[in-house]
């Protein structure tokens, strides 16, 4: 998906709310929007499935630019999840999440394999909570319903405006995680509106970093972003921890391990597929120099020094 030069400015403002906006989005990966309150994120969002209309430039998906589509198939053709997961209250989880389908019009049995088929994929039962109604239902089985029915068409992009900002956190890391699982299989192109840090980096192929007025601040892969902010406004956006954000970035198994000598049995032991900032609250919790890294049947595949550690947030 590209955005080529998109400006959008309200009917009776002044200044624009997005202001020259251009980025590329690689098929199947996920892009994080990201900014402060009000600098044009959901605007952004919006114009890509023509909820609202950009005044100029032009958005394309797969080559085809959204201007020359109908905006009513254009929607069938994008999932869109919101914060409050926008589910229609009146209607059963199924009849939500057939909603597109059936305006498609898929046959009774094909939708209702697929709903099954989505239920699942969500990780609600299907026999469970097919008939149940959205307020029958905790926040964070409504948002996997509301992802359930943005999928149900199969549409190759999904928008998501803040989709687990309503979540508790620890709700809110299961789903994102939940999420993620499922991207890995699915690939589609995701355009995610976040405000919070580190779901971005976590969350995010890509992230795109927005100003006040709608401007493109930086757009990078997280690592490179906490790495190399472009300037002082991406630098104070991310946080003074920003290195302790990169350590989230980095496992265990992927560094240099040092062959595990006698002594080192007695160090704690963690998976190759921790993180270095766990290993370093570990490190720190105990009072300990080092880990020592475990593959998946315990063995010891060497160790890893807390200088190690600093040296990966510095660099
Ligand atoms: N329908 C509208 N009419 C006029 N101005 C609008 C409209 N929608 C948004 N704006 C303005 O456009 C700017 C960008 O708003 P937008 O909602 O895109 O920001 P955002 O980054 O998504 O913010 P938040 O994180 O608070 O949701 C804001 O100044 C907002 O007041």
Redesign the pocket.
Known sequence: MVFDHVVKT?PK?STP?VDDLSLTVPAGEICVLL??????????LMMVNRL?EPTEGDIRIGGRSIRDLDPIELRRSIGYVIQQSGLFPHLSIADNIATVPKVLGWDKKRVKERVAELLDVVGLAPAEYAKRYPSQLSGGQRQRVGIARALAADPPVMLMDEPFGALDPITRERVQDEFLALHERIRKTVIF?S?DIDEAVKMGDRIAI?REG?RLAQYDPPATLLKAPADDFVARFLGADRGLKRLTLIRLGEMELNPATANDGALPALDADTSLRSALSLMIAEGAGAVRVTGGTGTTLGVVSLDAVRKAGAA
Do not use: C, D, E, L
């Not at 900014?35 to 952004?44: D, E, L, Q």
């Open positions: 309200y403002s709310a900014g402060p309150s009000g600098s044009g994120k959901t605007t952004a609202t509106v405000h927005f709608g």
